[in-house]
């Protein structure tokens, strides 16, 4: 197992020293490369193994196949799957699961390798041979080959270790190799008639049929009928045709067979719509394999209606008169049908009907109408009876006529594909005129079109119910002029003819009458008919200029507008009675209102005359609002302006200052402001409470940021009281006052920037000294305070207040008296001075502080009682005591320094003590002074050199400690 070693023989040296060993391995060695070591036992030598080098071996075993499928069965090339398997085990019965191997079809000298193998994972192998890659192998049945020749299956394999091997199963049917059957194939199956596809047709069905194996057959057509133009549905299902529907005893490659139908098609294979379908199949004949068959794919035929003929027989250019059609004058219209498709008369009962087209219209020759329907009489023939519909369906004058015929089973005809039309001629009695307008109506001079209008009638208006159409009617007014003639048109279609005449700008103020008359082919003119007092010419009232008296018609509701406009009626100066109304009308809330009216009557209205009215608005009427004017003359005729746009706004007002307070104390104080609004578009001074009115205040000096809300009292004047708060900065502010937003008033301000003065209150806080502070006598005090305001907490610029115009500091000993410290600004809000304690007397001292800013804070004077203390101080150690070195032997030399300090100059006396058992005695080892000078601070260091410790003071129980007097 290529690890694992066991005793495999035990043998002597030869003379050579030399020990050797034929291995015969059997199965209980595994193939593949293996090792052999070799060693030495015996008394006279130390026990060895070559285990310095493990020798090798490789063993190979044999691979024997077993080709399991296929076995010698029948396989359709192309269609079906090959399915090719074998098991591989070696000499010692073990399943080989990794052996390399493939599969191979042999026909002569035609090899086919099947090229995806699978190892099935336990010994057994498979390729399966796809049926459509079958379809190029050569067939096993040829005709050349009356014996068949099957296909060997050939199995070749190796595997790692193992010697080559391969195995071939030739072909024996029903138990080795494969035998490849080829089914009879039918492609490009056609068909096409003799003429354009009508049913009566001879149709000729082709198919091309193969078979490689050459065997006998027999080729049938089959048809069915769809029910459906989708053929989803059949009635009756597949038929196969007993005259030239199946060819016998057909063999070969590319077989081209024809079918020919004759009359096998009806008139009822049109049923729904000529749908069909055809196919081939083909079997063996005689047949031997039930599976060794096929069937062409379903082709679609749609048949189509077959092809007739109209033969003229009677009828053409006959004569009806109308108004006694049809008892008393007819006409007799017929033709004859042939199938051309069959060439034969259509024999009765045949399916469809012929109509006859009449035209209703002589001036139109494609409007027909249906006169008649007829089936097929006799053999072939239709015939009709002229008018069959109602008479009054026809026009006067000379109709076309024609025969057409259709049916599910005949293609649409007309006898027109055949003839020219054919005629019949209608006549009646003369035209009948009726004047229906005008009647006693007024029309303008050479504005208003005059409408005429009148009806034409015959025999047949009644039933209609319209008159007759396309005649010439002429209309004439008199008294004559060069206007008053005009054709009538009929517009409505409807026998009814309008024309308009236009009156010229000198035509007279009269009444007029109208006549009529009226003429058309193929009738009798008609008789002139007339009608008396027609109409009048007048004219109608002008209105222009309309306008207001405000610039951009634009103006204030207080004020007075004056509305007018420029009138004038013509015909005023032709009749006496004649008098206009002009009225004016205002849009004020989205409906027009009539505002204002008069009459106009007099001769002068004949010619330019202004109308005025004047009015006074409210303040509700404010906004964009629309005037017009209209007038209204005897005949009721009208003019009206356009809609002219004119805007309300609010009044015009002036704000008149009248009193404010010079000056306001910002902490306490307060300060009332007062004005008036004068309406200048009214000339009085606002006294409505309810007006809006606004204060505006600046609280930087020059920003407006702060308005207040008021109204105006009873007596006109608006008043409002400030309390300044700390949103106002100190020093002058400006104010003015106006109206604010407005229903009525414009919204106007000040001309002029009024002033007046806030003023803070200065507050001082003493920041040094500390308080409750104690200093040495000669010590530099440092004195320093703040100015703040009664708003520093809200305002960053009070936050301190900076640069006070006056500023002093004083000091005093239990308010004996009062000493100025010299102070200096800092120019950041505090103020600061250096007091010179020196010969000050010990004590408590107070401490007085003094800021002003004139023009923006009041003064403020602060005093600090008993604020610090001056005292004389001890002198004091400005250095950790030292001992160099800080250990060492106890005869060498020690030195101990301290650094001390007096700030009134005092002489400073420094006494070292030691200590040798660990700080329970002490012992004085000499002093050392600092001399000093009053009024000068004293700094030294003192030192001390000892050298007198013995051999017992050795250890860390050593201290020592400075005393310093001053």
Partial sequence: DSSTFRLENVNATDSLGNSSYWFNPNCTYLVGQNYWIAGVEDSCYEDENATATNYTLNMTGDLIPVITSPNGGKYLRGETDIVMRGNITDECGVNITSAYVNFTAIQSSEEQMCSSTNNEGDGNYNCTVAAASTSSWTPSNMSY???????????????????????????????????????????????????????????????????????????????????????????????????????????????????????????????????????????????????????????????????????????????????????????????????????????????????????????????????????????????????????????????????????????????????????????????????????????????????????VSDDCSATYGRGVRNVTVTYNAYPVGSWTTCQGQDLTNNGTYTCNLSSSASATFSRYNVSMDATKTYYNDSNTTNRTDAFWITTGPLMWGEDTDKAGDIGGWGETWTFSVHVMDEDRSGYAWESMNVSLWLNMTGDWELYNSTACSGPGCAGDTLIEFAHVFNCGDQGSKDFKFNVTDYWNQTNTTSSNAFTIEKDNVQIEFYSDPLQINRESGNGEFVFRINDTDSGTYINNTSTSTVFYFTRNGSSYDISIQNNPGSDGYVNYTLDPNCSYSVGSQYWKGGTGVDECYDTVNFTSNPTFNVTGQLKNNLTLPIYGSNYNVTEQIPINFTTFSDCSAARGDENPVINASAFTIEMSLAGSGWELCSSNNSYDGWYNCTWNSTAKAEGLWDVRVNSSKDGYFYTNTSVYTDWFELLNWNVSNTSTPTVSPTDGGWTRLYNYTIGVYDQEGDTVNCSLFISRDDQSTWENKGSYIVAGTPGTPTAGICYKELYDYVCSDTGTDNWFMWQIVN
């Avoid at 379903?298 to 109308?322: A, E, F, K, M, S």
């Avoid at 007829?374 to 076309?400: K, Q, V």
């Avoid at 049916?407 to 020219?420: P, Q, R």
């Fill in 145 to 455: 080959m009356p014996s068949g020749l099957g296909y060997d299956i050939k199995f070749n394999l190796t595997a790692d270790f193992y010697n080559y091997n391969t195995t071939t199963d030739t072909y024996l049917a029903d138990a080795r190799g494969v035998f490849l059957e080829t089914k009879p194939n039918l492609t490009d199956p056609s068909v096409t008639s003799d003429g354009d596809g009508g049913w009566g047709e001879t149709w000729r069905f082709s198919v091309n049929v193969t078979d490689e194996d050459y065997d006998n057959l027999a080729v049938k057509l089959w048809l069915r009928k769809c029910t459906d133009s989708g053929c989803t549905a059949f009635s009756p299902d597949w038929d196969n045709p007993s005259t030239n529907g199946t060819q016998f005893v057909v063999a070969g490659v590319n077989k081209m067979l024809i079918f020919n139908l004759s009359n096998y098609f009806g008139e009822d294979a049109m049923d729904v719509g000529g749908y069909w379908q055809y196919k081939f199949n083909v079997t063996d004949w005689v047949v031997t394999d039930a599976w060794d068959v096929n069937e062409s794919s379903t082709q679609n035929l749609t048949l189509d209606r077959d092809d007739i003929n109209i033969t003229y027989i009677v009828g053409n250019n006959t004569v009806v008169n109308r108004s006694i059609a049809p008892s008393g004058s007819n006409a007799t219209l017929s033709v004859r049908i042939y199938d051309i498709d069959k060439n034969i008369v259509l024999p009765p009962g045949s399916g469809g009907a012929g109509k006859f087209y009449v035209t209703t219209d002589p001036n139109n020759n494609t409007n027909f109408t249906v006169d008649y329907s007829i089936g097929i009489d006799g053999s072939g023939w239709i015939n009709n009876t002229f008018p069959d519909s109602a008479r009054c369906t026809y026009d006067i004058g000379m109709l076309r006529w024609m025969v057409g015929y259709n049916g599910s089973g005949y293609k649409d005809t007309n006898s027109t594909d055949f003839y020219n039309a054919f005629f019949v001629n209608t006549t009646t009695y003369p035209l009948q005129v009726v004047i229906l307008h005008p009647n006693n109506d007024t029309f303008r001079r050479n504005i208003d079109p005059i409408p005429i209008w009148g009806n």
